[in-house]
């Protein structure tokens, strides 16, 4: 029985990923925790890739694997230590696992109750990608932009000393 080298790779690329977010959940240093976020994004890349959907890749990468884990690192670093000290209170997780189940349960049951319906792929190149992107899809695109500005000005305020808030 020859196993098909594709499955392979996506077994490879599950595993990266479920153990990146494994990391993510299980570390108590955030640093660990950050680069295991960026080995979870990456297997995600792995996985778009082994489908055929490059353009995915690339923004996974990009921006999830890049700049998502960029962001949270800087925040570390300009983040005052002393503001953490004290959230070492463990009474919420009993209602945090309570949630968590009840959601696993809920996605569980939404997989397997949703029927599943195959097409056809359809092939679109970049320049045709980029041109409904900024056409159609103009309005939603300007304001995903506005949204990320606004993240980006909220942590700027965020990181700022208590020297500069006068």
Not at 11 to 35: D, H, K
Not at 97 to 122: D, H, K, M, N
Request: charged share 10%.
């Amino acid at each position: 029985m020859m196993v098909e080298p594709s499955l392979v790779l996506f077994y490879v690329a599950s595993a990266i990923t479920l153990g990146g977010a494994l990391g993510v959940v299980l570390t108590r240093n955030i640093v660990y925790a950050s680069f295991a976020l960026l080995a979870a994004m990456m297997g995600v890349a792995g996985v778009f890739l082994l489908v055929f959907a490059e353009f995915l890749a690339l923004v996974q990468i990009l921006i999830y694997g890049g700049a998502v884990v960029i962001v949270l690192l800087f925040a570390l670093m300009l983040t005052r230590l002393e503001d953490f000290q004290n959230l070492t209170d463990h009474r919420q997780w009993p209602i945090a696992a309570v949630i968590s189940i009840g959601l696993f349960a809920l996605l569980v049951t939404a997989i397997v109750t949703t029927s599943v319906r195959t097409t056809e792929p359809q092939s679109i190149d970049f320049e045709t990608l980029g041109e409904t992107l900024f056409t159609q899809w103009a309005i939603p695109f300007e304001v995903a932009s506005l949204v990320l500005l606004v993240a980006l000005i909220g942590s700027i305020v965020l990181v700022r000393t208590d020297g500069d808030r006068d």
